[in-house]
């Protein structure tokens, strides 16, 4: 079985599920990543407000960073600092190294005498086969991955594109949330269990889409995070529009995946927040909400979910690049 250690496959999970893989790098970026990791980044920030409860201040997050860790613009550091609690996706302190490795026992072996050529489409095999040498290198020999779920291998491969791109899931923007939390309460919209359950219960085709389309990205991935880096920095929404649908052009079939990951998510949130932004005992609280940034850009985003439900959002950062 492929070797993951619990604790770093956590911020792996974390940036498939809320990244969905890699951007399209652009030939020449007028700034690089590092500069923007060096510098100070201001990613989308909004103020929500309800008629009677909570006022949430949400951010998106990045789910991982430079060994310096980010440094927030002066709005988001005013945020975390007078926030009386705080929400983020999962609680990455819910569960222990032997939890997570027993989560993981029950779910990513394929079931005894199947192997990964059973479950992956004609083409997918293909990849699989002509990849074998990168994938050794990105340690994920074919014996390794020879009886593991697709979606495992998938989450495989991110982390070892994170790992080349010298950007580590222990620096990611959760990270410095959970840094500045000072005894002040933290609540989660999902559990760790429930997201491993969820990539588990993807249909096998969804899978096999999945993992056709990292393996299609490989070479392209250590330069599609950075350009994920830049555009997140820099509250580029468009550009973070066009990445949370990478792949859509190439596999439309990913359209479901998508909206499993993406669209069914961001609607389960938008209940909860809406229950905290109406209830009347939160009336003056100030909540600050971390989630990934791909689900607050586009059509179908929380922000536009809860937009559509009454509630005003205001963006926190006038220099944003508006929202196509």
Request: glycine share 8%.
């Given at each position: 079985?492929?070797?993951?250690?619990?604790?770093?496959?956590?911020?792996?999970?974390?940036?498939?599920?809320?990244?969905?893989?890699?951007?399209?790098?652009?030939?020449?970026?007028?700034?690089?990543?590092?500069?923007?990791?060096?510098?100070?980044?201001?990613?989308?920030?909004?103020?929500?407000?309800?008629?009677?409860?909570?006022?949430?201040?949400?951010?998106?997050?990045?789910?991982?960073?430079?060994?310096?860790?980010?440094?927030?613009?002066?709005?988001?550091?005013?945020?975390?600092?007078?926030?009386?609690?705080?929400?983020?996706?999962?609680?990455?302190?819910?569960?222990?190294?032997?939890?997570?490795?027993?989560?993981?026992?029950?779910?990513?072996?394929?079931?005894?005498?199947?192997?990964?050529?059973?479950?992956?489409?004609?083409?997918?095999?293909?990849?699989?086969?002509?990849?074998?040498?990168?994938?050794?290198?990105?340690?994920?020999?074919?014996?390794?991955?020879?009886?593991?779920?697709?979606?495992?291998?998938?989450?495989?491969?991110?982390?070892?594109?994170?790992?080349?791109?010298?950007?580590?899931?222990?620096?990611?923007?959760?990270?410095?949330?959970?840094?500045?939390?000072?005894?002040?309460?933290?609540?989660?919209?999902?559990?760790?269990?429930?997201?491993?359950?969820?990539?588990?219960?993807?249909?096998?085709?969804?899978?096999?889409?999945?993992?056709?389309?990292t393996l299609s990205r490989l070479d392209a991935m250590v330069?599609?995070?950075?350009?994920?880096?830049?555009?997140?920095?820099?509250?580029?929404?468009?550009?973070?529009?066009?990445?949370?649908?990478?792949?859509?052009?190439?596999?439309?079939?990913?359209?479901?995946?998508?909206?499993?990951?993406?669209?069914?998510?961001?609607?389960?949130?938008?209940?909860?927040?809406?229950?905290?932004?109406?209830?009347?005992?939160?009336?003056?609280?100030?909540?600050?909400?971390?989630?990934?940034?791909?689900?607050?850009?586009?059509?179908?985003?929380?922000?536009?979910?809860?937009?559509?439900?009454?509630?005003?959002?205001?963006?926190?950062?006038?220099?944003?690049?508006?929202?196509?």
């Amino acid at each position: 079985m492929l070797a993951i250690a619990p604790s770093r496959l956590i911020p792996v999970l974390i940036a498939l599920l809320l990244s969905l893989g890699c951007a399209t790098p652009t030939e020449d970026p007028i700034v690089s990543a590092r500069d923007v990791a060096r510098g100070t980044v201001s990613p989308p920030y909004y103020r929500i407000e309800g008629p009677g409860g909570a006022t949430l201040l949400v951010m998106g997050t990045i789910h991982v960073g430079p060994a310096e860790g980010w440094k927030f613009s002066p709005a988001i550091r005013r945020g975390l600092t007078e926030a009386d609690s705080f929400i983020l996706e999962i609680d990455v302190r819910e569960a222990t190294d032997a939890e997570i490795s027993t989560f993981l026992a029950a779910r990513v072996v394929l079931p005894t005498s199947v192997t990964i050529d059973d479950v992956v489409s004609p083409e997918t095999a293909k990849l699989l086969t002509e990849n074998d040498a990168l994938l050794g290198q990105l340690g994920m020999p074919a014996e390794a991955r020879l009886r593991l779920k697709p979606w495992f291998i998938a989450v495989g491969l991110m982390e070892a594109a994170s790992g080349r791109s010298g950007y580590s899931g222990n620096r990611s923007a959760e990270s410095a949330i959970l840094a500045m939390l000072d005894g002040r309460p933290l609540a989660a919209l999902e559990s760790l269990d429930a997201q491993l359950a969820l990539l588990d219960s993807l249909s096998p085709v969804h899978q096999d889409l999945m993992l056709r389309d990292t393996l299609s990205r490989l070479d392209a991935m250590v330069e599609g995070i950075e350009a994920l880096v830049i555009a997140w920095g820099l509250n580029d929404q468009p550009t973070l529009a066009q990445i949370a649908l990478q792949g859509l052009k190439e596999l439309p079939e990913l359209e479901g995946f998508y909206e499993i990951l993406l669209g069914e998510r961001n609607r389960n949130w938008a209940r909860q927040l809406s229950e905290i932004l109406e209830d009347p005992e939160r009336a003056g609280e100030t909540i600050f909400v971390g989630v990934g940034a791909l689900h607050l850009v586009g059509a179908d985003s929380l922000i536009s979910i809860l937009e559509a439900g009454g509630y005003r959002a205001e963006s926190l950062d006038e220099n944003a690049a508006p929202a196509s």
